[in-house]
């Protein structure tokens, strides 16, 4: 037992001697910029569930970089609504659920609800969008993709700090071979 406990230590220590904390921040910041870019983010999609009004909108047609595009989740609509006081509102969104009978040849204006602030109707995205509750919102984007996005970048980054290990070794091994001198492993107890 002391003995696999040992391995663990020497190979934590080993990882973190390429762990750079700063870079895993970045990294990670850049991987959530990346997926919610072309998505609502997390918090205002929270507003939306919980303080969001619902109002009827006309899907006016595809725009952006993946206009007609044959994958359903590379499509930007764009869609007008009207406020209770008549004001008109035009937006766009980037969607996945929106009319999956009519996802490869969509019919033109759809019909679809919208949700939108009140206090700042800018604000706003397509209700089949959004998680139904706030519970489906917690566990879906919060836990369930928080969680995933984590145990994927940990699996890559061990990967990629191991394989940094093993250059540094094999680095290591050259240079001793330039200088004509070997590298062996002992064992601990022929070390004393």
């Known amino acids: 037992m002391k003995r ?3 391995y663990i230590i020497a190979f934590f220590k080993e990882i973190y001697g390429v762990w750079f904390p700063w870079l895993d921040i970045a990294i990670l910041t850049l991987i959530y910029l990346f997926l919610w870019g072309e998505h609502i983010n997390p918090y205002r999609e929270y507003q939306l569930i919980k303080y969001g ?12 970089l993946y206009q007609y595009s ?8 764009e869609y007008t609504f009207n406020l209770p006081t008549g004001k008109l509102i035009k937006s766009n969104a980037h969607t996945f659920t929106l009319d999956k009978k009519n996802w490869k ?3 033109y204006p759809l019909i679809a609800e919208i949700l ?35 145990m994927l970048y940990m699996i890559a980054m061990i990967v990629i700090r191991l394989s940094i290990l093993q250059e540094r070794e094999q680095k290591r091994a050259r240079e001793f071979a330039k200088e ?3 590298l062996i492993k ?3 107890q022929q070390l004393n």
């Open 4 to 6: 696999i406990k040992g």
């Open 53 to 64: 009004k619902v109002a009827v909108g006309k899907i006016s047609g595809e725009g952006g």
């Open 70 to 77: 044959d994958s359903p989740r590379m499509r930007d609509f």
């Open 105 to 107: 040849q969509p019919k």
């Open 116 to 150: 939108y602030l009140s206090n700042n109707p800018g604000i706003n995205w397509i209700k089949s969008d959004l998680s139904a509750t706030l519970g489906d919102f917690f566990y879906r984007t919060l836990i369930f993709g928080t969680l995933f996005i984590t």
């Open 180 to 182: 004509g001198r070997i």
């Open 186 to 188: 002992l064992p601990i």
